[in-house]
């Protein structure tokens, strides 16, 4: 049997983490839940089924290692477990309801809830965030009725659960749902004072030219390095479409030049990508011309979203920044472009935004 304070300080002996005072004092939390679901309390005959442990909530400004502390704490468990992000849970919730409905099911909350608890004990979610008004409307009924199935729900999220869906839309319906959580979950503070993502970057390379194989290797080890060669695709909905992140990773996310801006894209997908990641790493962007105008302004366009979310970007290209765009129209509004990309390459980026 392995703990998870066992497991982390493995992981620091083999130099895989770097140790975090902050991260030591959260192991605990986890700790309980895993020493809880290996050794349940008994039921006795005339008894009822004893409480689940209480959950978790583990909040704090991102690159902290929360995630990190969950992947910990899901390797150690001995109970069936599914660990996802929030955001691609809620999207299937909404597509089996959609699915259910259209066969007639009146409320398809309760059957969906049922099938996701009969298939883990334990839901471990990524980034707890509610921006939709269809998700912030349907979370509480179904978070009820998956406690109630005795699941044991521990999450992550940048945000005290007082501030999930702020300034929403009818929030007053929503607030039972933060009433719930701080009920059924422990919420605690990851108060780390590293970003422990961007120390990874901090001073690296992170713009390579050409795009060649070489580049691409230097990539792969930043992705492995960054992810620990675990990954998924999140999909964005974005009014009525859907934006397809295929590598995806605690808000990083890796994508191709192609899958960005070669396809008909627009401001809102690109705000809407900016809001999900913190992390981009985009490969293959080529040179830019009138022969492919189209896909440049999109690109302008892109570069613009992730400046002013401050997103750290990562990329392999054809050409240093400045000779990406050099004739054709709009080369002279790419010079803006270009000094964002370089900007966006210094070690001390994101800085406070001015």
């Known amino acids: 049997m392995t703990t998870v304070p066992d497991l982390y300080a493995k992981r620091v002996e083999a130099g895989r983490l770097q140790p975090d005072e902050a991260q030591r004092v959260a192991l605990p939390a986890f700790e309980r839940i895993r020493a809880e679901l290996a050794d349940p309390p008994k039921r ?36 069936p477990a599914r660990r996802t992000h929030f955001h691609s849970f809620m999207q299937e919730i909404q597509s089996e309801m959609h699915r259910l409905r259209k066969e007639g099911v009146e409320d398809p909350i309760k059957p969906i809830a049922k099938a996701v608890a009969d298939s883990a004990k334990v839901l471990a979610f990524d980034e707890m965030q509610i921006t939709d008004i269809t998700d912030a409307m349907i979370v509480g009924r179904l978070f009820e009725q998956l406690f109630n199935a005795g699941t044991v729900v521990v999450t992550t999220s940048n945000r005290l659960p007082d ?3 702020k300034d929403g839309l009818n929030r007053q319906l929503f607030l039972p749902f933060i009433d719930l959580i701080k009920d059924k979950l422990e919420v605690r503070e990851l108060a780390s004072k590293t970003d422990h993502r961007q120390h ?13 194989a070489q580049s ?6 930043i992705w492995e390095e ?26 990083m996310a890796r994508a191709s030049f192609f899958d960005l801006c070669g396809r008909a894209l627009g401001p809102a997908d690109y705000l809407a990508l900016a809001d999900a990641v913190r992390v981009l790493v985009m490969e293959d962007i080529p040179r830019l011309s009138r022969h492919n105008f189209n896909e440049a302004k999109r690109f302008v366009t892109l570069i613009d979203a992730l400046y002013e979310a401050r997103v750290r970007l990562i990329a392999t290209a054809a050409a240093e920044p400045e ?25 001390d980026w994101p800085g406070e935004k001015d």
């Open 44 to 79: 006795g005959l005339f008894r009822k089924a004893p409480e689940p442990p209480k959950g978790l909530y583990l909040w704090g400004g991102v690159g902290r290692g929360k995630s990190m502390l969950m992947d910990l704490f899901v390797e150690t468990l001995n109970v």
């Open 163 to 165: 501030d999930l869906y």
């Open 200 to 212: 990874r970057l901090a001073g690296a390379q992170v713009y390579f030219t050409p795009a060649n």
């Open 216 to 221: 691409r290797e230097k990539i792969d080890e």
């Open 226 to 251: 960054l992810t620990h060669g675990i990954e998924e695709t999140l999909t964005l909905h974005v009014k009525g479409r859907e934006v397809e992140l295929p590598r995806y990773r605690n808000a």
């Open 323 to 347: 000779s990406l765009y050099v004739e054709g129209a709009g080369s002279f509004e790419f010079e803006r472009t270009a000094s964002r990309l370089r900007e966006m390459q210094a070690a």
